[in-house]
């Protein structure tokens, strides 16, 4: 026990006497501050500060950093461990305060970084000697930093959003304008039901919330009926639908609606001149809304559906069937109850993204608002009103996680899919021929139209100008991705270069950090047992059901000013993607652990190895298609991420989504589209590459099966 | 390696799994630990593994407690159900696994996993070294679990019901492997099972659980002949039971009366074995050391070997195997006194 939680007051101290403590201009990595370094006001460690510039409040971490090297001196483990959780403790709790409370400092840098960390560890440790996590250390230790994590980058920028709406834009406490906020009727009115004026935002984002996730369920159980239970010929092909959201930035789906029902559409103006009607404006709000957020979220109900469809038992199908229940029967009273969870869960799943979802009602919404674009306007637009943002983004926190909070309670237990894994032989009866009718009769149309829209994508680019000049070409590409092979080697000349490699240099960083923290997570959440896992896991999901916008706002309410100033560099990008992506990392981690026995790694705990030898040497190699996944999924969703990254996004990082939005914002949809197509293609390319890469090795019995993209919980929240 | 656990306790919210144990774990011999599914055996066995941390109680290896320590640092070995071989790596590197992590050298390391492969009799399947688990049956699978949990020469070996996914035939062989090996190493081990056979076949201690405590302990001839409690002659054997009333020189079931000598008075429990009773259709006098039931045969199955007969006797309905079939209608059954147990119920 002694020599890791030694080692770690050594770095402590280490890092309090040389690291420079305050973040340094431009980052660590330049290295500009060496030239300063170590006397220097803006670079020096915590040493230097303390005693040459007066910043004394920093000086009681030493002797708490030294103190466990006092160990030794102390008799009985009790009083050690008591020793180490105390200063483990004080310590951290003191970093926090005087960083918060004494002014004029600028925001923490690498020194204090590692120091904290190291005071998180002597807790840890003490916790471990205590006898908590079964003495534990290194379980002790993750559960400590994913916790610290976790409340540092999730509940801490959330609780300034909550602070935030308390306060008035100067940062008095004005619980009256809160009330007056909330209460407004441009986020509660009914004014739609009685006259032709529009209803509240609140009321908006329900409305399409609910529309949203009945159809997108009912065509999603229509896409998995077809596949699972017919003779369906191209059903290979229906299963790409599932990728599809996957590698799809969100908004683009609104685009293509656009191009297609917009005013200069091609539909628009072929029923012009075919029937002479006059084109308008009419998708501009609700209908277009709901009909991109559809086209998007239905694959993620049919992916989830999948599920739940074969994971009703044959038996208990053939049971009725041998009670001499026709097909009919046996569908509408043994099938479809004991899908009736999986219904709900995927209900619940599309309205939440439907909520969260920012690209399509910001593309596509008009004078139809909803919450999400509301937060963005109340920012970003003439207004400025970071209360108000605050507010709604209360009232849109509340209606997630009432809806994550239901899946969870209410759904959680309630799933009668068999999961055994085996004995359960048998064929599932095929549909009643009526049920087959209508399923063909929805979801194969709908299918054809997503075909149209991935062509539209692809087309849109490669036209002169939309709705006007249908002729081929290339100007948008080249304008975007146009590249000079000079002397000096190439140059980037295109407008969207820029944007493209901070986006895949943001998302190459991000991705093994979500899939290292991810996996982690599920290790600890599948493989041990403690006690507040349960609010463990809470904590750790919590980041799925807060939509990205409220994320945005939260980390620059959160990370604008010190201790902690983030606002403006990659850094930010890069722990937003961590923590917003982390959910599914988490997810893909406890499926695929759930899968290897227990009684594998128990087998190498009693051959003498530590966890992490046994993490290292079992349970890793055999997840490592999981950690593929989880890597490819990371990353991907990372680029295609809009909502929380348009909060954050500056001049030195820009990324590719808010680029685009930015182009579709001043009309240029061809550049936009072009640079949409392009981003699809790049992310199938990526995939494909890590698949044939990985290849699909199978291992022997209960080991998981190959990397796969398909059964990777989705979302584009 | 003697070990011994002192009033073990464990509760699961308010499942009481281990009901204050005591044990003591002979040195060299095999024990099995033997119940109905959820006594406790297993928690037991997990106990000692240190998988599971108990709410209180002592557990010793020789003269050192381990209660509090990971299961890593206790120099156990397990045997899973399941033989848990990890899927990614050869046979080889299963069995060396244990030796690695004490960093012998490799020379040692290949010597060692060699000989116990000879042990466990695979090691003359050619090329086994370099298979991976799958590629091999399940009894040979289970093998090289046990040559992985030999190799590390464990203070203690715990099995955990590992015979129970194989089939009849190779259980039986294994079975007599097992024994074999133990004797051979000369390995203190404890054997979870919730087969009797296989614990009467196999321990040279057997002990008995139910609902988290110790029912019985003892060799495996005593606990079979000698139960002591209604709940083992129950668990040993196909057993029948009578409810009756214990009284001076007789226990009375219904209208019929036996003779007894015991010193059980009141509502008492009657049981005995259906091998141990026979049937006859005549009327006959019972035979010396004999006594006699009447009752009416319902229903005959042929198992095999022998025929079992179900005779209803003051309503309740019991059980007497015999190698020839005998017809419907009354009958007599009669059971050797020595056999018949009476506990006060």
């Known amino acids: ?717 | 390696m003697e070990v011994r656990v002192e009033g073990l306790v464990k509760r699961y919210g308010r499942v009481t799994a281990l009901d204050g144990v005591s044990l003591g774990f002979a040195s060299g011999g095999l024990t099995a630990i033997l119940g109905p599914s959820g006594c406790g055996k297993t928690t037991l066995l997990r106990s000692l593994a240190g998988f599971v941390a108990v709410d209180g109680g002592r557990i010793l290896f020789g003269p050192e407690e381990v209660t509090a320590l990971p299961p890593q640092a206790r120099g156990t070995a397990m045997v899973f159900q399941h033989y848990a071989l990890w899927p990614h790596m050869t046979v080889f590197d299963n069995v060396a696994y244990g030796l690695r992590l004490r960093k012998l050298p490799d020379a040692d390391v290949r010597r060692r996993v060699e000989r116990v492969l000879d042990l466990v009799e695979i090691g003359r399947i050619t090329g086994v070294m370099q298979r991976r688990p799958a590629e091999l049956s399940g009894g040979q699978q289970q093998r090289v679990a046990l040559a992985r949990a030999l190799v590390v020469e464990p203070r203690v070996l715990l099995l955990d019901e590992p015979l129970s996914n194989l089939d009849a035939k190779v259980r039986q062989r294994l079975r007599a492997e097992v024994r074999r090996l133990q004797k051979a190493v000369g390995i203190t081990a404890i054997y979870v099972t919730h087969d009797q056979e296989e614990a009467l076949a196999i321990a040279d201690t057997v002990v008995l659980m139910n609902a988290g405590r110790v029912v019985q302990s003892g060799s495996p001839q005593e606990i079979y002949s000698r139960p002591e409690s209604a709940f083992t002659a129950e668990f040993l054997g196909v057993s029948n039971q009578l409810a009756g009333i214990a009284e001076a020189g007789g226990v009375r079931i219904g209208a019929q009366r036996l003779p007894y000598a015991g010193a059980v008075r009141g509502r008492a429990t009657l049981i005995f074995r259906a091998t141990d009773a026979s049937l006859a259709t005549d009327e006959e006098e019972a035979a010396p050391g004999h006594t006699l039931l009447r009752g009416v045969l319902e229903e005959r199955l042929f198992l095999g070997s022998v025929y079992r007969h179900y005779v209803r006797v003051e309503g309740e309905t019991i059980m007497v195997d015999g190698t020839e079939p005998v017809e419907g209608g009354p009958v007599t059954v009669r059971v050797p006194v020595a056999k018949l147990q009476v506990y006060a119920a």
């Not at chain 1, 709705?467 to 080249?478: E, I, K, N, Q």
């Not at chain 1, 201790?563 to 695929?592: D, Q, W, Y």
């Not at chain 1, 001043?666 to 293609?681: E, F, K, Q, R």
């Open chain 1, 1 to 717: 026990m002694n020599r890791a939680v030694l080692g770690w007051a050594g770095a402590g101290g280490i890092a309090f006497a040389i690291l420079p403590w305050y973040a340094t201009e431009d980052g660590i990595f330049a290295l500009g501050w060496l030239s300063k370094y170590p006397l220097d006001r803006a670079a020096g460690p915590a040493l230097v500060q303390a005693l040459l510039y007066e910043r004394l409040s920093l000086l009681p971490v030493l002797p708490l950093l030294l103190a466990p090297l006092a160990i030794r001196r102390l008799r009985g483990s009790g009083a050690r461990s008591t020793l180490l959780l105390t200063v483990g403790a004080s310590g951290m709790t003191w970093v926090a305060l005087q960083g918060f409370a004494v002014g004029g400092q600028p925001g923490i840098g690498i020194g204090g970084l590692v120091v904290g960390a190291a005071l998180l560890m002597i807790f840890c440790g003490g916790m471990a000697a205590k006898g908590a996590f079964n003495g534990d250390r290194f379980v002790s230790g993750g559960i400590g930093a994913v916790v610290a994590l976790v409340v540092v980058f999730v509940f801490y920028p959330v609780s300034r959003v909550l602070v935030g709406a308390v306060l008035d834009n100067s940062g008095a406490f004005a619980p009256r304008e809160f009330w007056t906020k909330l209460s407004a009727r441009e986020v509660w009115g009914l004014d739609c039901l009685v006259s032709s004026a529009g209803c509240g935002v609140a009321w908006n984002t329900v409305l399409l919330g609910v529309l949203v996730a009945a159809s997108s369920t009912a065509l999603g159980l229509a896409f998995a009926l077809i596949v699972t239970r017919t003779e369906f010929r191209a059903k290979k092909a229906l299963r790409v639908l599932t990728v599809l959201p996957v590698i799809t930035p969100p908004f683009v789906i609104g685009l293509a609606v656009i191009l297609l029902f917009g005013r200069a559409g091609a539909v628009t103006t072929f029923i012009e001149s075919a029937f002479g009607v006059v084109p308008s404006r009419w998708i501009y709000g609700l209908p277009g809304v709901w009909l991109a957020q559809v086209l998007a979220f239905t694959p993620i109900a049919f992916l989830v559906l999948i599920g739940v469809v074969e994971g009703v038992s044959p038996s208990m199908e053939e049971a009725a069937q041998t009670l001499r229940a026709d097909r009919w029967r046996t569908f509408t009273t043994v099938s479809l109850p004991l899908m009736r969870p999986g219904l709900a869960n995927a209900f619940l799943l599309g309205f939440i993204e439907s909520l969260a979802d920012f690209g399509n009602p910001l593309v596509l919404g008009g004078n139809f608002h909803v919450l999400s674009i509301s937060i963005f306007f109340a920012v970003v637009g003439a207004q400025h009103d970071s209360s108000r943002a605050a507010v709604l983004s209360i009232v849109l926190l509340v209606f997630t996680l009432g809806a994550f909070y239901a899946q969870r309670r209410w759904l959680g237990r309630r799933s009668y899919a068999t999961v055994t894994g085996r004995g359960d032989s048998g064929l599932h009866p095929p549909l009643p021929v009526s049920v087959r009718r209508l399923v063909y009769a929805t979801a194969l149309p709908w299918a054809v139209f997503t075909a149209v829209i991935y062509t539209m994508i692809l087309v849109g680019g490669f036209v002169e100008t939309w709705g006007r000049d249908h002729r081929f070409s290339l100007r948008h590409y080249v304008a975007a991705f146009a590249v000079d092979v000079t002397e000096f080697g190439l140059i980037w000349k295109g407008a969207a270069w820029n944007s493209f490699w901070t986006t895949v240099e943001i998302s190459a960083i991000a991705a093994p950090l979500t899939a290292t923290l991810g996996l982690l997570t599920a290790y600890l959440l599948e493989r041990q047992r403690f006690r507040g896992k349960e609010a463990f896991e809470f904590g750790t999901m919590l980041s799925f059901a807060i939509p990205g916008t409220v994320i945005g706002i939260s980390y620059i309410l959160a990370f604008n000013t010190p201790p902690i100033e983030l606002t403006g560099t990659g850094i930010i990008l890069v722990i937003c993607f961590v923590f917003r992506n982390m959910p599914v990392g988490v997810r893909a981690g406890i499926a695929a652990m759930s899968q290897i026995d227990r009684s594998l790694d128990e087998a190498s705990l009693t051959l003498g190895a530590r966890s992490l030898t046994t993490i290292r040497r079992v349970i890793l190699p055999l997840l490592r298609p999981a950690i593929v996944a989880a890597l490819v999924f990371s990353f991907v969703r990372a680029m295609t991420a809009i909502s929380a990254v348009i909060f954050l996004v500056s001049a030195n990082y820009d990324m590719a989504t808010s680029y685009i939005v930015g182009r579709v914002e001043n009309g240029d949809y061809g550049l936009a589209i072009a640079y949409c197509s392009v981003l699809i293609a790049f992310m199938v390319a990526v995939v494909l590459l890590i698949q044939l890469v990985v290849g699909r090795r199978r291992l022997g019995r209960r080991a998981p099966t190959a990397v796969s993209l398909e059964g990777q919980p989705t979302s584009s929240l």
